[in-house]
């Protein structure tokens, strides 16, 4: 029987060469994480969902938490607060029925801006819609709103709501850009008109480097309710205009009745 001993030397050289490897995974471990953390951070902030920075609201008012009360025609202002520009900008425009029976067209500085016809019952829990259409251009949008609340913020809850989107803007950036809405009316309604904005910030690692990357550029930025304009025919006094759209609305319907009387 022989008794094998294994030389010291060969016990260090075997210790070496594995410290080297171990020390080799940890720095190809800690470069993996490096290169990929950046991008995974990005992408969740920038690809995969929407952020309300978008504001599209009456010139000189200031946020209430609600949509903001103006009247008929709309001195309004749009710009955005977070990360810029925006790029591709649409207007999201929902309207109840009694204004939708009455529409001729709606104009933007003197222009036709959408008509009748841009207009589509709501017969969904979310608008707009998720995927693009080609035919229009529209790209889709990771930015939705459920229909139940926007009947909730302009009292419509139980009845019809139309809604229409149309490109409106290259790009905005955080200084406001400043524009007149107009509804036409073929006749006398009670006009609700709940304006909101879509757009796309771009710089997005997940689609710059093609990870799982969306073969178009939805929106992800949009305007949230407070961030939004409610056009209704006329208010009382200027300190409506930034009113809650409850106490607004209820003083505007008060003061209706009083004048028929």
């Known amino acids: 029987m022989h008794l094998y001993i294994q030389p010291k030397t060969q016990n260090l050289w075997d210790e ?18 490096i290169l990929v953390s950046p991008v995974a951070a990005e992408s969740q902030i920038d690809c995969s969902g929407c952020r309300h920075t978008i504001q599209v609201i009456p010139v000189g008012s200031t946020k209430t938490g609600e949509p903001i009360v103006t009247e008929n ?9 977070g990360n810029g520009p925006i790029k591709n900008v649409w207007l999201l425009i929902v ?14 500085n003197d222009t036709d801006f959408m008509i009748k016809d841009d207009f589509q019952l709501v ?24 229909v139940a609340a926007i009947k909730d913020k302009i009292k419509e809850k139980g009845n019809n709501i139309y809604y229409g989107v ?3 803007l290259q790009q905005i950036t955080k200084t406001p850009t400043k ?28 689609c710059q480097y093609g990870i799982d990357c969306l073969p178009y550029k939805p929106f ?42």
């Open 123 to 146: 017969t969904t829990k979310k608008i707009p819609p998720l995927g693009p259409d080609p035919a229009t251009g529209y790209p889709g949008s990771l930015c939705l709103y459920n």
């Open 16 to 33: 070496k060469v594995r410290r080297t490897f171990l020390l080799m995974m940890l720095l190809l471990s800690s470069l993996i994480l």
């Open 166 to 168: 149309k490109f409106f």
């Open 220 to 261: 992800n930025a949009c305007s949230s309710f407070s961030k939004s304009t409610l056009v209704v025919p006329e208010i009382a006094t200027l300190a409506l205009t930034a009113a809650p759209f409850g106490g607004a609305i209820g003083f505007y319907a008060i003061k209706r009745r009083k004048i028929r009387q």
């Open 73 to 81: 025609p709309a001195n309004l202002m749009i710009f955005h607060t």
């Open 179 to 206: 524009f007149t809405l107009v509804v036409e009316l073929n006749s006398p309604a009670n006009l609700k008109a709940l304006v909101l904005a879509l757009g796309r910030y771009d710089l997005c690692y997940k």
């Open 95 to 108: 309207i109840n029925e009694p204004t939708y029976n009455a529409l001729n067209k709606i104009t933007i």
